[in-house]
C-alpha cells in the first residue's frame, strides 16, 4: 500500500500486498500489496531509539509508552514505529477496542507549519479520491493545529518493500518475479489514481522504504 506519506497495497493469497501510506507516514502497501495516504517523510532511522543528542533543539521531549494521543485520549501509545527529523511514528491501541493506528508526530515546527499551511489540502484531496484505493494506506483521524500536530492511519503490520526484497531472495527466480509483477501492479494502480487527478498528486519520494506490505 502507498502511504500518503507513501505506501500502497495489493490482494492476492500467497504474498501479502504493497500500499503507499500518508505523504508523512507516506509509503505503499501491497497485500502483502501497495499506495499513499498523505504528505511524507521517509524514516531513516529505523525503529532505534533516539538519544537525547539526537533529539531537535526546542520541540517537546519524546513520548512514552502509556501516553495518549493529544485531544484523543482514548488512544494509548503501544510501541514506538520509527522517527526521525521530522519526529515520531507510534503504534497506538484504543483503549476499549482492539483497533490498532499508526500515529505521526510531527515534532519539527517548520514542518508543522508545512502541514497546516499546505499539506492539509493535498491529505485531504488523496483521502477524498484515494482514500477508499485498496493500495492507499487510509488516514483516520489527525490534528493539525495543536500544539503538537499528528496523523493517524491504518497500521499496516507487513513490514516494508525494502524489507521483502531482502527476504525474497531466498525464493527461486520465476517466484520472485511473479511476486515484482504483482507488486508492481499494486503500486502503479495507486500512483494512476493520484495521477489522473486535475492536478495530479504527485508522491516524491517513492522508494521500497515507502512501500508497505500489508496482510
Keep these: 500500500r502507498l502511504h500518503s506519506c507513501g505506501h500502497a497495497t495489493a490482494r492476492e493469497s500467497a504474498f ?6 500518508d505523504m508523512l507516514y507516506r ?17 531513516e532511522e529505523g525503529t532505534r531509539e533516539r538519544t537525547p543528542a539526537q533529539v531537535p533543539v526546542g520541540v ?13 485520549e482514548m488512544w494509548v501509545l503501544e510501541r514506538k514505529l520509527g522517527g526521525g527529523g521530522f519526529g515520531e511514528v507510534w503504534l ?18 517548520t514542518i508543522g507549519r508545512k502541514l497546516v499551511l499546505h499539506e492539509k489540502k ?8 484515494g482514500g477508499d484505493h485498496p493500495n492507499v494506506v487510509p488516514l483516520i483521524d489527525c490534528n493539525l493545529t495543536g500544539e503538537i500536530p499528528w496523523l493517524m492511519y491504518e497500521y499496516v503490520e507487513g513490514g516494508t518493500l525494502a524489507e ?6 531466498r525464493f527461486p527466480p520465476p517466484r520472485r518475479l511473479g511476486r515484482a509483477v504483482r507488486i508492481l501492479h499494486d503500486i502503479a494502480a495507486a500512483l494512476a489514481t493520484m495521477h489522473r487527478l486535475n492536478p495530479p498528486i504527485v508522491h516524491r519520494d517513492l522508494k521500497p522504504q515507502n512501500v508497505l506490505m500489508a496482510g
Excluded at 493535498?122 to 479520491?129: D, E, F, G, P, Q
Design 16 to 21: 501479502p500486498t504493497a500500499r503507499t501510506a
Design 27 to 43: 509509503t505503499l502497501a501491497h497485500r502483502r500489496s501497495p499506495m499513499t495516504t498523505e504528505p511524507h517523510q521517509p524514516n
Design 60 to 72: 517537546p521531549a519524546p513520548f512514552a509508552v502509556g501516553d495518549t494521543v493529544p485531544n484523543r
Design 92 to 109: 497506538a491501541r484504543h483503549e476499549w477496542k482492539e483497533d490498532r493506528v499508526a500515529v505521526k508526530f510531527c515534532l519539527d515546527s
Design 122 to 129: 493535498v491529505i485531504a484531496r488523496v483521502m477524498k479520491y
Design 164 to 169: 521483502a526484497i531482502i527476504e525474497a531472495r
